[in-house]
């Protein structure tokens, strides 16, 4: 879908990146100043490498060695940035239809009726911008974009500028464009909890540079990543699957690889797939299978690593079937003899999962 190899100096800082992307979304991750906004915005051409190729679905965007440098106007590209840009002296529908109207009628595979039924744009078609939400405000922004019958869906930090709440209310939107409209993104973030949500792949960059790149769950299991996934809301991501739906106690059970996880009841169906954040500090260790406790969720499993860190407390990366991280005691990894090999007993509170952090599995 996407391969990129470039190397730019933006004022004196150097960036270096080179990766490829499946269709679906990738998400672009690290802290402020990694790069990741102008790797985006070389992507998109407002900005120029110094040399390298950028190529879309076959169709080359940049290429240094053979003097390629469309025009921004010329990519296909959707861009959505951190505000919404939208035109004050226009409506909602005015807004919608402005990048429709540049695109040839050939070109036009998404139909406008399809898009405001999609973000639920119907009842603001009238409205003027400045009586919007920043959140509908964003809404009318990913429309826009979309109805440019863009090759790929550029989204810059989109919710960076919004509250809790209203990123609650646009999330759900952003999951559906790729599942419904078969669109891949490229999404920049600083946020691990919209990346578990919404992202298929994850390149990870800092100092203007790719760090890693794999799966979410690939990169959120490594120890070595935890300076820039974050140390304190560190944890594991896994892939389930609803399996069933307990209404006598109001639980929802989840099969992954590891076996089968109860949280409280999603209002899912039954197959419906379900990523999910298990932080590091919410699972407990345990030598023995333990008897007479009210925790539900216990596997079984392998120590696989365990971390090199200052401070009291550390953490152990256990293989159920899939990995998992735990965050326990020095002391207690002292008293059990944590050590790679070990056998445990893996210890998740079905009330700990943050369900900020569930988001739809790929696909």
């Known amino acids: 879908m996407l391969e990129m190899d470039l190397t730019a100096r933006v004022g004196n800082f150097p960036i270096k990146a080179a990766f490829q992307a499946k269709a679906g979304v990738t998400a672009l991750f690290g802290p402020s100043g990694a790069?990741?906004?102008?790797?985006?915005?070389?992507l998109a051409g407002l900005l120029r490498p110094s040399q390298g190729r950028i190529v879309v679905q076959g169709h080359v965007l940049f290429d240094s060695k053979h003097g390629i440098d469309l025009a921004p106007e010329h990519r296909q590209l959707g861009y959505v940035f951190q505000e919404s840009r939208l035109f004050p002296h226009m409506t909602v529908a005015g807004n919608l239809s402005y990048g429709r109207r540049l695109v040839p009628k050939d070109r036009r595979?998404?139909?406008?009726?399809?898009?405001?039924?999609?973000?639920?744009?119907?009842?603001?078609l009238a409205r003027s911008p400045r009586t919007l939400s920043?959140?509908?405000?964003?809404?009318?922004?990913?429309g826009r974009a979309l109805l440019a019958a863009p090759r790929l869906l550029l989204m810059d930090e989109p919710l960076a500028n919004l509250d809790t709440p209203r990123r609650s209310e646009i999330l759900p939107f952003i999951e559906g464009l790729?599942?419904?409209?078969g669109i891949s993104i490229v999404y920049v973030s600083h946020n691990m909890d919209e990346i578990v949500r919404l992202a298929d792949q994850l390149i990870v960059m800092a100092d203007g540079g790719i760090v890693a790149q794999g799966s979410v769950d690939e990169i959120t299991a490594r120890l070595d990543l935890r300076d820039l996934t974050g140390r304190w809301d560190a944890g594991a991501v896994l892939t389930t699957t609803v399996a069933a739906q307990d209404q006598r106690d109001a639980l929802t059970r989840l099969s992954f690889q590891g076996g089968d996880l109860w949280l409280p009841q999603l209002d899912l169906d039954i197959g419906s797939p379900l990523r999910i954040r298990v932080r590091a500090r919410d699972v407990s260790l345990a030598l023995t299978p333990p008897q007479g406790i009210s925790v539900l969720n216990v596997f079984a499993g392998r120590v696989m690593e365990v971390g090199e860190d200052d401070g009291p407390q550390v953490d152990v990366l256990v293989d159920i079937g899939c990995p998992l991280w735990a965050r326990i005691t020095k002391r207690s990894q002292r008293e059990l003899d944590i050590v790679p090999g070990r056998m445990v007993h893996a210890?998740?509170?079905?009330?700990?999962?943050?369900?900020?952090?569930?988001?739809?599995?790929p696909g």
């Not at 509908?136 to 990913?142: G, H, K, L, S």
């Open 35 to 42: 790069g990741k906004t102008s790797v985006v915005n070389m």
């Open 109 to 124: 595979h998404i139909d406008f009726d399809t898009v405001v039924d999609l973000l639920a744009l119907s009842p603001m």
């Open 134 to 142: 920043g959140g509908e405000r964003q809404r009318v922004a990913i």
């Open 347 to 361: 210890l998740i509170k079905a009330m700990a999962v943050d369900r900020r952090g569930l988001g739809n599995g």
């Open 178 to 181: 790729q599942r419904q409209l």
